[in-house]
């Protein structure tokens, strides 16, 4: 594959946007950084001629947005998938600057789907949606005034995206990496297991399974490895019957 079109493999992901005109400039943005993946998560109001009027030269991109109702859809087939956000979080994994960041998103490219996670202009990403991505990554703003545009922000991660796609030499693509749903479902199936081990009581343990999901999401699991542990749960549930 040509290494600009490991950016076909990247989508943009704009969650329960509020503003039709943030829409269609974060569309600019993407367009002029060879991106044409467009994702909206119950998007307040699309489509809109607002976001058509501040889209300018990109309706192509505008138009063949997909709007899906939660972000475990717009996360489906993916390999990979960044969550910007401008807070530290307990129990996420390390933040990562857009220039860490740019090159394992392009390097995952390689093996299949990749998405960039934006979150609402007022409040960001829920801490269950960076939960469902593998990596937070976080732009170095002024701390003094580090409020930035929700189409600025697309426009500042996808020209990290383009340098890395660009770059002369690629880091080498992960073997099998696996998939979002085969994620969600190894969590789904140890969450089914923990409970009937009476080791998880989702009453008592709030904080239980997102520390598991740190703990998995340093390791960067991959399609066989998921298997092995889907086994392992398997046969832990046979005993336990």
Do not use: W
């Not at 490991?6 to 509020?18: E, F, G, H, K």
């Not at 969600?184 to 409970?195: D, I, K, P, Q, T």
């Not at 009476?198 to 740190?214: G, H, I, N």
């Amino acid at each position: 594959m040509p290494q600009s079109g490991l950016l076909d493999r990247i989508r943009v992901v704009l969650t329960r946007t509020s503003h039709p005109g943030n829409i269609g400039a974060a569309a600019r943005a993407m367009k002029t950084m060879g991106l044409t993946r467009l994702v909206l998560v119950a998007p307040e109001s699309f489509p809109d001629p607002v976001a058509d009027a501040r889209a300018s030269g990109a309706l192509d991109v505008l138009h063949a947005a997909r709007v899906v109702a939660t972000l475990e859809e717009a996360l489906e087939g993916t390999v990979m998938s960044a969550a910007l956000t401008a807070r530290r979080r307990e129990l996420s994994v390390p933040l990562a600057l857009p220039r860490e960041a740019a090159p394992e998103l392009v390097r995952h490219a390689q093996a299949g789907e990749v998405a960039l996670v934006f979150g609402t202009e007022s409040s960001g990403l829920s801490n269950e949606d960076v939960a469902l991505c593998t990596l937070p990554v976080t732009i170095p703003a002024n701390p003094a005034y580090s409020s930035l545009n929700l189409a600025s922000a697309v426009q500042l991660l996808c020209y990290e995206l383009r340098l890395a796609a660009l770059a002369p030499e690629l880091s080498e693509a992960p073997t099998e990496a696996a998939r979002f749903e085969d994620i969600e479902g190894f969590y789904a199936h140890l969450e089914e297991v923990m409970r009937a081990a009476e080791f998880y009581d989702p009453a008592t343990s709030k904080r239980l399974l997102p520390r598991v999901r740190r703990l998995f999401g340093r390791v960067r699991l991959e399609r066989d490895e998921i298997n092995i542990l889907r086994g392992l749960l398997a046969a832990l549930q046979r005993k336990l019957d």
